[in-house]
C-alpha cells in the first residue's frame, strides 16, 4: 500500500530562518515526486516537480532533493519570508496515474 | 493557455440535494483526475477518466458518487443526496494523452469547495 507522510505537520518559525519539510513514502518505485503549495482556501500551486530518475530540483529559494532508496524528498527553503507562509503538499506518481498526496506540512514564517 | 478550470467555485447545497462539480481539462488534454480534500487533510484520489472511459474508479465511495467525462464538454463529478461529511474541496486535474516529456504531469484546477448544511 502506498502511504505518504509528511513531517512535521506544522512548523513556526522566525523570518530569515532556513527550513527543511520532509517527505516520507512506503514503495520507493515511483514515477516522479512534486512539491505543492497551497494557500488557506485555494488551490494548488506547483513548486518542484523531481523525475525518478532525478535527485535534486531547484527554483529560486528552494531546492528539493529526492532518494528514491530511502523512500525520502525533503523540500529546503531558505531565507524564509512570511509570504512563503502556507501549506506544503508532497505528491507521489506511482505511474502516469494518481497521485498520492501527504497531509501536508503548516509553514507560518512570522515577520 | 488556459489552465483547469472548475466551476462552480463554491457550492451549497442542503442535505439530501445533487451536487454537480464540472472540470474543463486543459487545452489538449484528454485525461482527467478527481481528488477530494477533507479539511485539515492531504488530497485524496477519486476517479480517473478518459474521454468517454472510467480508467480507475478505486477511490469513489460505492454509492452517491458518480463521474463522467464526455466526447463533448467538461467532465462531471456527480453527488447524489449529499450529506454533512460530503463538504469538502473538490479538486480536478488533467493531463496529455500520452507522457511524453520529463515535465508531464497532472495540473491541478483550482478547486470547488462543497458546503452541505
Known amino acids: 500500500k502506498q502511504e505518504v507522510t509528511q513531517i512535521p505537520a506544522a512548523l513556526s518559525v522566525p523570518e530569515g530562518e532556513n527550513l527543511v519539510l520532509n517527505c516520507s513514502f512506503t514503495?520507493?518505485?515511483?514515477?516522479?515526486l512534486q512539491w505543492f503549495r497551497q494557500d488557506p482556501g485555494k488551490g494548488l500551486t506547483s513548486l518542484l516537480l523531481?523525475?525518478?530518475?532525478?535527485r535534486e530540483q531547484t527554483s529560486g529559494r528552494l531546492n528539493a532533493s529526492l532518494d528514491k532508496s530511502s523512500g525520502r524528498s525533503t523540500l529546503y527553503i531558505a531565507a524564509s519570508q512570511p509570504g512563503d507562509s502556507a501549506t506544503y503538499l508532497c505528491?507521489?506518481?506511482?505511474?502516469?496515474?494518481?497521485?498520492?498526496f501527504g497531509s501536508g506540512t503548516k509553514l507560518n514564517v512570522k515577520p | 493557455n488556459a489552465g483547469v478550470m472548475q466551476n462552480p467555485r463554491h457550492l451549497v447545497r442542503r442535505r439530501g440535494q445533487e451536487a454537480r462539480l464540472r472540470c474543463s481539462p486543459m487545452?489538449?488534454?484528454?485525461?482527467v483526475y478527481w481528488y477530494r480534500q477533507l479539511p485539515e487533510e492531504g488530497l485524496k484520489f477519486m476517479v480517473y477518466?478518459?474521454?468517454?472511459?472510467?480508467?480507475?474508479e478505486s477511490g469513489m465511495p460505492k454509492e452517491r458518487f458518480s463521474a463522467e467525462f464526455p466526447k463533448e464538454g467538461p467532465s462531471i463529478l456527480r453527488i447524489q443526496q449529499v450529506v454533512r461529511g460530503d463538504s469538502a474541496a473538490y479538486f480536478c486535474?488533467?493531463?496529455?494523452?500520452?507522457?511524453?516529456?520529463?515535465?508531464?504531469?497532472?495540473?491541478f484546477g483550482p478547486g470547488t469547495r462543497l458546503t452541505v448544511l
Open positions: 486535474a488533467s493531463s496529455p494523452a500520452v507522457p511524453g516529456g520529463s515535465t508531464d504531469t497532472q495540473y
Open positions: 514503495d520507493s518505485a515511483i514515477y516522479n
Open positions: 523531481i523525475q525518478s530518475s532525478q
Open positions: 505528491a507521489v506518481q506511482y505511474n502516469f496515474n494518481k497521485f498520492y
Open positions: 487545452k489538449g488534454h484528454s485525461h
Open positions: 477518466l478518459q474521454k468517454e472511459n472510467i480508467i480507475d
